[in-house]
């Protein structure tokens, strides 16, 4: 905690002013939705192999092993069809037969709806969006996916009354770019240099962020980016112990 406070404190940036989050396994846990979604959907199609295959290959689906996300940030495919590219993936990894074509689209389909009824925030989240609204400190939203899409999973994951949410569509280019993280900053009315930046990714959100002039953090939940040399914090209510103003 010393670590961050003082990261925070001595860099120059005087009191944050506002808060800018990632959205995706950062406030929603999209991991474990996408994972007991794809389990709800598949009994079927992996009951040839054991609870713990069946696991890995939902995970595998979830973490994206395909690394069809990067290739829909960067307009090479629709949202659909990084999807189905990771459900190939997946399934492959135990020789079982992917839906396609119409089935597919029925498959894809049923997910989302499947998916929708699994998000949730971590438990540290709410708690800590009541800290700063309690402090008056404005917070929104920076992601990598559709503004519409992000704001309608907010919503559903009990996360209303962001002051901003900024999308990759409607920020004209995806993280690490400094267009998405300089708009949610227009959107607060705060300063990048007094705006922190909290996200669950190195590159896209980390350093995205400190290239576009907003100090971060990275939230690493999982302790899964042991040999990071930035700022790094296991949840949120380390942050909740800052004193912001």
């Known amino acids: 905690m010393n670590e961050v406070r003082n990261a925070l404190g001595g860099s120059g940036t005087g009191s944050i002013q506002g808060v800018l989050f990632d959205i995706d396994d950062t406030l929603v846990d999209l991991r474990a939705a996408a994972i007991a979604a794809f389990l709800e959907l598949t009994t079927e199609e992996l009951g040839h192999v054991d609870e713990a295959g069946a696991n890995a290959v939902a995970a595998a689906f979830a973490d994206d092993k395909a690394g069809a996300y990067e290739r829909y940030m960067a307009g090479e495919l629709t949202f659909l069809e990084q999807r189905e590219m990771r459900l190939?993936?997946?399934?492959?990894?135990?020789?079982?037969?992917?839906?396609?074509?119409?089935?597919?689209?029925?498959?894809?389909?049923?997910?989302?709806?499947?998916?929708?009824?699994?998000?949730?925030p971590f438990d540290d989240v709410t708690p800590h969006l009541e800290q700063l609204r309690a402090m008056g400190i404005p917070f929104g939203a920076v992601s990598n996916n559709l503004e519409s899409y992000q704001r309608a999973k907010l919503e559903i994951a009990g996360l209303p009354g962001f002051d901003v949410v900024v999308g990759s569509d409607t920020a004209g280019a995806p993280k690490p770019a400094a267009a998405p993280f300089l708009a949610g900053c227009k959107g607060l009315g705060s300063r990048p240099?007094?705006?922190?930046?909290?996200?669950d990714n190195p590159v896209n959100d980390y350093a995205g962020a400190r290239n576009a002039g907003l100090p971060a953090v990275l939230l690493d939940r999982g302790s899964v980016h042991q040999d990071f040399s930035g700022i790094r914090i296991r949840d949120l209510w380390v942050l909740a112990a800052i004193p912001f103003t």
């Open 88 to 120: 190939r993936h997946s399934f492959g990894l135990v020789n079982a037969e992917p839906p396609a074509g119409e089935q597919y689209q029925s498959w894809a389909a049923i997910y989302e709806k499947t998916v929708r009824s699994y998000w949730r």
């Open 193 to 199: 240099e007094q705006t922190l930046y909290v996200g």
